[in-house]
């Protein structure tokens, strides 16, 4: 991949339940003291978060164990693409593919497993997942922010789905619909319908047209929304030039001064984590001037995890980031064949779990609408499966200046889990 400028990083980490923000401020307070205007939140990030077990969850790092390796390999393969912005939620496509994964045998579900990065078969790693929406529901309600999820499966009147398929996607919640895919208005409006009501209205649909052969919909839906424990003040917020690949642009740059913050340095980037209400954190990665192939080659390796899980020094950080406000429609048959599981998308493909006959998956449709602002972030993210039958260290008393003002990539993470909620490049925050 061409890189014209550097970029960061920027990744939320959403913890399984509200208590943990508890453990990582009594972290904080070994650290310098936050400024007296400051909540005790704002320091609340966990410097070590492998070694910092806050409580006890079901799902921890067992679910999806090398998912940051699916993440990082994901974005860096859209990326390179081009595109002027990426906007993606890894789980999310893991969810809609698990579904798929259930149905799936032989090579097809070989592949998708290997992809993936699922470790185990389709019944155990759907019960991974069940556990995980029921922790992050819980986290929802104990928290001060909003994490939903949901499945869903739309399918023709004439399909047949079988039991032990239709079982696997009742432990994960799915809600099961059949219409006839010839009325194709009816089948848009019942799809579209199910998106705009579990995104919460950020998206308000997924399909513009039912491709001839289609015969079922796997589908899920993924939405987040916290404040910051630390605003942004808006009358500090003021234009200043983001250095875009297509040229300078004008973005809105908020600024904020965190004392103390985790902050991160090595060869390759810088690093600073702000935290959320509810226990959430966010975390920007900055690329060092000169080493950005370096950042991108460790991207593509999935290292991502491991920058996560280092050890962090509590600094005082003055902080620059723009706002933005993107919404990303992508197909990602081509990108997820490449990546290891071309089968399903052939005449050779293995469905047969799903129902009686031949089935391929057709189309893979993935749309994130992400917005990061004064207040905090939204987030709403959904896949669509189509199937259809076939024919360093730093002095600490220094503070750290980080001004996000060239081509950024962000990721949503819960930190306990090791699971990307969003991700997505940023090389246009004017961009709409």
């Not at 890894?90 to 798929?100: E, G, H, N, R, T």
Request: with cysteine.
């Amino acid at each position: 991949m061409k890189w014209k400028r550097s970029f960061a990083v920027l990744a939320f980490g959403a913890f399984l339940t509200a208590s943990c923000a508890g453990c990582a401020q009594s972290l904080a307070t070994s650290a310098e003291p936050a400024q007296k205007d400051l909540p005790a939140a704002s320091a609340s990030a966990a410097l070590t978060p492998a070694a910092t077990p806050c409580v006890e969850t079901k799902v921890e790092k067992t679910v999806l164990n090398v998912e940051g390796s699916f993440a990082s390999r994901l974005t860096a393969a859209l990326v390179a693409d081009g595109k002027q912005n990426v906007a993606l939620s890894p789980l999310s496509v893991q969810m809609a593919l698990a579904m798929a994964y259930a149905g799936a045998s032989g090579q097809t579900a070989e592949e998708i497993k290997q992809t993936m990065g699922f470790t185990a078969s389709a019944q155990e790693e759907i019960a991974k997942l069940a556990d995980l929406i029921a922790a992050y529901e819980q986290a929802a309600k104990d928290g001060a922010f909003s994490l939903s999820m949901a499945n869903a499966v739309v399918a023709d009147e004439n399909l047949q789905l079988k039991d032990a398929y239709e079982g696997l996607l009742e432990s994960l919640g799915a809600q099961k619909m059949h219409t006839d895919f010839q009325d194709v208005a009816k089948t848009l409006n019942v799809v579209n319908g199910w998106v705009k009501e579990n995104t919460n209205g950020k998206i308000d649909k997924i399909l513009s047209d039912v491709s001839p052969g289609t015969v079922a919909y796997l589908i899920n839906a993924l939405y987040f929304k916290a404040g910051w424990s630390r605003v942004f003040a808006p009358s500090l917020t003021k234009p200043q030039v983001f250095h875009s690949p297509q040229g300078d642009v004008q973005a809105d740059m908020m600024h904020n001064q965190l004392s103390p913050a985790p902050y991160l340095e090595n060869e390759t980037l810088q690093a600073v984590r702000l935290s959320f209400n509810g226990g959430c954190s966010f975390t920007a990665f900055l690329p060092k001037q000169g080493r950005e192939t370096a950042f991108e080659s460790a991207l593509g390796k999935g290292e991502l995890d491991g920058w996560l899980q280092s050890e962090w020094q509590p600094r005082t950080v003055d902080l620059s980031l723009p706002k933005f406000d993107v919404d990303e429609e992508t197909s990602l048959k081509d990108v997820l064949s490449a990546m290891g599981m071309p089968t399903a998308f052939t005449g050779d493909a293995d469905f047969t779990g799903l129902s009686d006959g031949r089935f391929l998956i057709s189309e893979v449709l993935h749309r994130v609408a992400m917005t990061v602002n004064e207040e905090g972030a939204e987030g709403a993210a959904v896949t669509a499966v189509a199937v259809a039958a076939s024919s360093m260290y730093v002095d600490k008393n220094e503070p750290v200046a980080l001004t996000f003002d060239r081509p950024f990539l962000y990721v949503l993470q819960d930190i306990r889990s090791g699971q990307t909620l969003f991700c997505g490049w940023v090389a246009d925050p004017t961009a709409k």
